[in-house]
Structure formats: structure tokens, C-alpha cells
């Protein structure tokens, strides 16, 4: 088993696939201009006519930052993405994980308590996949990017 303190490229690699399955999954919602995500719970009418903005123009957008979170994923294994200031990496890693964590966070929780959204108790278990895997994605990256004192 590897040691903890050992950073680990599979972990960005898994979570750049995720961030790519959810661009598709909204890229496929914003082409018949509907909310919600494939395999998940359905969005009624009413909730569509009343979201912010147009159902197609949401869901393009949610997927451009799905590409863009694959991005950023890639970047933290990458010779290119190592460039990026490491404070200025972690600070983008930390909101990040804020709009992951809270998206997880709302499927575990429906998903294994209910709250009235729709999610089941697999999409509870991806929910948790996704945050540990994201976890683990930082930790790497600033294992590799520390400066060893010396």
C-alpha cells in the first residue's frame, strides 16, 4: 500500500473523468433545454420556468465548468499546471471544492436522509466517492508542491 504522505496522479485523473461525465450530462440536458442531469431526479416544469435563466443557457454553462473543472484537475498532475502559483492553485482548489462539496453534500444527504430533492442512496455513495476522490486530488497536489525545508 502506498505511504500517505506520497503524492498519487490517479486520484486527478478519476475526478478530471467526473468533471468530463458532467459536462456531457449537462451538455446532453442543454441541447433539449432541460434542467437536471441524466440518472438523476426529475425537474418539473414549473421549477424550470422559474430558474434564473434559460434551462439550455444553464445547463452550457454547467457544463463549460465541468471542462474547466477537468482542467484544473489535469493541472494539478501536469508540468504545465505546476507553473501555477501554488497558493493561487490551492485557493482555486479550496473553492472548488466548496461548489463540489456543497453538490456532493446535497446528494448524500438527500440520497441517505431525504430532503425532498430526488437523489437515492447511490447517488449518496457517488456524492462520497466524488469528495474523497477531490480530498485526495488536493492532498497529492500539495504533497508534490511543498517545498522541502533544507
Avoid at 473553492?95 to 453538490?103: E, F
Wanted: aromatic residues 10%.
Amino acid at each position: 500500500m502506498a505511504h500517505s504522505e506520497n503524492p498519487r496522479r490517479w486520484p486527478a485523473y478519476a475526478t478530471a473523468v467526473l468533471f468530463l461525465g458532467y459536462a456531457v450530462g449537462k451538455a446532453a440536458f442543454a441541447l433539449q433545454a432541460r434542467l437536471g442531469f441524466p440518472g438523476g431526479p426529475p425537474v418539473s416544469a414549473a421549477e424550470t420556468e422559474s430558474y434564473f435563466l434559460d434551462a439550455a443557457a444553464g445547463q452550457w454553462l454547467a457544463a463549460a465548468t465541468g471542462v474547466l473543472g477537468a482542467c484544473v484537475a489535469i493541472a494539478t498532475v501536469t508540468a504545465l499546471g505546476r507553473r501555477v502559483p501554488r497558493p493561487l492553485m490551492l485557493l482555486v482548489l479550496a473553492g472548488m471544492l466548496l461548489a463540489v462539496g456543497g453538490g456532493a453534500g446535497i446528494m448524500i444527504l438527500d440520497g441517505f436522509v431525504g430532503i425532498g430533492v430526488g437523489w437515492q442512496w447511490y447517488h449518496g455513495v457517488l456524492g462520497a466517492v466524488v469528495i474523497g476522490l477531490f480530498l485526495e486530488m488536493t492532498r497529492s497536489y500539495a504533497v508534490a508542491t511543498r517545498r522541502v525545508a533544507g
